[in-house]
């Protein structure tokens, strides 16, 4: 298994520019997320789904939106970029079995200038 | 939202010392994940740890739930240690599963 993999790795944007971070797991979890880091700090949730056509809120949603048309896919998206939106992208996965153990793609450096 | 604070915020060992890491939660919680983030970033799991002790080679962690605490032990430390360690609390909601994380600890293992 390739596990959590996430497109691009790096980009940097200009500020009103929009664009779409792909994220793909092949374990077939129900359950994917999408987090920010910022410098120095911890992740914060953006947006959660818990199977295809279901998606939520985290803690910090504005500016964002997802979908998720398929199992494998959560497609996070941005539209009109703003430099508070410079950070770390994760992409996580998990099923909901007994244990909810998270698994993180390699994450996306995004820049907005 | 439940709170979390990991201590310290930046440790500096000399490799071969032992060290220990905190994390507390403001907060019952489902369970609780520990992570490494290497210099490159990368995310890797270490423990998934609600309760009870687990051993992974040099590192091993320690839940105590009831008492709203986790510890990270790190036994002769290596420079490939180095790197942030995360704590992160689950919670369980009607919308699914949250984590929730600590801002991390700073480690630098020096040769």
């Known amino acids: 298994n390739a596990g959590v993999t996430q497109t691009p790795k790096f980009r940097i944007l200009k500020i009103g520019q929009s664009m779409t971070l792909q994220c793909t797991q092949d374990?077939?979890?129900?359950?994917m997320y999408w987090y920010r880091q910022d410098p120095g700090m911890g992740l914060k949730l953006i947006y959660y789904?818990?199977?295809?056509?279901?998606?939520d809120k985290g803690e910090v949603p504005n500016g964002y939106n997802v979908s998720r048309s398929t199992t494998e896919d959560f497609p996070l998206r941005l539209e009109l970029a703003a430099p508070s939106q410079t950070s770390v992208y994760f992409c996580?996965?998990?099923?909901?079995?007994?244990?909810?153990?998270?698994?993180f793609g390699p994450g996306t450096r995004l820049t907005v200038t | 939202g439940i709170q979390v604070e990991q201590s310290p915020p930046d440790l500096i060992l000399q490799e071969g010392a032992n060290s220990t890491l905190r994390c507390n939660f403001s907060?019952?919680?489902?369970?609780l994940q520990w992570f490494h983030q290497n210099p490159w970033g990368q995310l890797i799991n270490l423990f998934y740890?609600?309760?009870g002790t687990k051993q992974n080679g040099r590192l091993s962690a320690t839940t105590v739930a009831t008492e709203r605490y986790s510890l990270l032990y790190i036994s002769s430390s290596q420079t490939t240690d180095s790197g942030v360690y995360f704590c992160?609390?689950?919670?369980?909601?009607?919308?699914?599963?949250?984590?929730?994380f600590g801002e991390g600890t700073q480690l630098t293992v020096n040769p």
């Open positions: 996580a996965s998990t099923v909901a079995t007994a244990s909810y153990e998270q698994y």
């Open positions: 374990m077939n979890h129900n359950y």
């Open positions: 789904s818990v199977g295809a056509g279901i998606t």
């Open positions: 907060d019952s919680v489902n369970n």
């Open positions: 740890i609600p309760s």
């Open positions: 992160a609390v689950e919670r369980w909601e009607t919308s699914g599963s949250r984590l929730t």
